[in-house]
Antibody, heavy 119, light 108 residues
Framework: QVQLVQSRAEVKKIGASLNVSCKAS????????ISWVRQAPGQGLEWMGW???????????NYAQKFQGRVTMTTDTSTSTAYLEVKSLRVDDTAVYYC?????????WGQGTLVTVSS | EIVMTQSPATLSVSPGERATLSCRAS??????LAWYQQKPGQTPRLLIY???ARATGIPARFSASGSGTEFTLTISSLQSEDFAVYYC???????????FGGGTRVDI
């Protein structure tokens, strides 16, 4: 079955960088994109961006405008793992970060990684 | 950016009743719309894609319709496990640039 397993919770300082991993199994990793979505405490879902592990297509990544310049998404096809890096963390980056399969409807989700940013 | 607006913010219903949730897009998205259910402490679950197609394993009491800018999710007879927050999400365009609505909480 399809599984997306994310890295564990982290506590970060303001200004630090965040790295979250998302290991996929149960399907052909290069056949689907990965989206990253975050959810601040008590708030709704916010799409951060998308990456395709398939190097052949023309658009490999697309980031939400809000995060451009501060977010980098990568993949390692040898381990079927997607990565999210967020730089220059702020307190309002405190959220649960999810990876999800797809760039259209998101049909499978990781369990989420809680990131707490504090001073 | 396409803005998605959901209404109402909270819907109070009783078990066995019908619930109707609305989602509006700021511009036409044809049928490029998905609905998700999220229970407290859980990850979102895909319910509907293509505006009206049920995802794998979703009960028939969940139905959805709409196209263009107006969309509806209907739960025909609410079960206790259906009390949750529901989000709509558009995926019109390429490369993907997704946006979610603010959510509707379905409460007892």
């Amino acid at each position: 079955q399809v599984q997306l397993v994310q890295s564990r919770a982290e506590v970060k300082k303001i200004g630090a960088s965040l790295n979250v991993s998302c290991k996929a199994s149960g399907y052909t990793f290069t056949g689907y994109g990965i989206s990253w979505v975050r959810q601040a405490p008590g708030q709704g879902l916010e799409w951060m961006g998308w990456i395709s592990p398939h190097k052949g297509i023309s658009a490999n990544t697309n980031y939400a405008q809000k995060f451009q310049g501060r977010v980098t998404m990568t993949t390692d096809t040898s381990t079927s793992t997607a990565y999210l890096e967020v730089k220059s963390l702020r307190v309002d980056d405190t959220a649960v970060y999810y990876c999800a399969r797809g760039g259209l409807e998101l049909d499978h989700w990781g369990q989420g990684t809680l990131v707490t940013v504090s001073s | 950016e396409i803005v998605m607006t959901q209404s109402p913010a909270t819907l109070s219903v009783s078990p066995g009743e019908r619930a109707t949730l609305s989602c509006r897009a700021s511009q036409s998205i044809h049928t490029d719309l998905a609905w998700y259910q999220q229970k407290p402490g859980q990850t979102p679950r895909l319910l509907i894609y293509g505006a009206s197609a049920r995802a794998t394993g979703i009960p028939a009491r969940f139905s959805a319709s709409g196209s263009g800018t107006e969309f509806t999710l209907t739960i025909s007879s609410l079960q206790s496990e259906d009390f949750a927050v529901y989000y709509c999400q558009q995926y019109n365009g390429w490369p993907p640039e997704l946006t979610f609505g603010g959510g509707t909480r379905v409460d007892i």
